[in-house]
């Protein structure tokens, strides 16, 4: 949920920014272009947790977002594995493709929904979550915007 509430805060700004930036004169003179947003997170698994957590990523996490891509939420999603990764770095990163950044009200509204399809309280969430910790840990969490060139 604490990570809901920080990607919330980043979209605004996100967002704010692509106001400043779109201003017909700003975009006819501007070579690149936004496109869609990609949200990846850098997980670490710790020690003996592979099994573990691959098992939770193929059940869980695949259907919460099969759920969100049948909404049109996301557009895709995929898990990438750092095969050489070097003291530090992330040994999977997860990766969820959007179209754009939701509003917060809009984001709010769709919290909702998954809850009530989840069936599940904010509490059992964040519980959940914190399962979770015994085999992996969240290194970074990064929204990026793919650029393309204006021609």
């Given amino acids: 949920m604490i990570r809901e509430v920080r990607k919330v805060t ?14 017909a004169a700003v975009a006819d003179e501007w070579p690149l272009k936004g496109g869609d947003y990609w949200e990846v997170t850098g997980i670490d698994i710790k020690d003996g947790g592979g099994w573990k957590y691959a098992n939770w990523l193929a059940t869980e996490w695949r259907k919460d977002l099969e759920f969100a891509k049948s909404k049109g939420w996301i557009k895709d999603y995929m898990i990438v594995a750092n095969v050489h990764a070097r003291v530090g ?5 997860l990766i969820r493709v959007r179209e754009d950044v ?12 998954y809850m009530e399809w989840q069936k599940m309280s904010i509490e059992e969430m964040v519980d959940e979550s914190g399962n979770r910790a015994e085999y992996r840990e969240v290194l970074s969490d990064s929204l990026l915007q793919v650029l393309s060139f204006r021609d």
Avoid: F, H, N, W
């Fill in 10 to 23: 980043i979209a605004i700004a996100v967002g704010a920014l692509s106001a400043m930036m779109g201003t």
């Fill in 102 to 113: 939701p509003s917060a009200e809009v984001g709010e509204k769709r919290q909702k929904e």
């Fill in 89 to 93: 770095e992330a040994d999977l990163y």
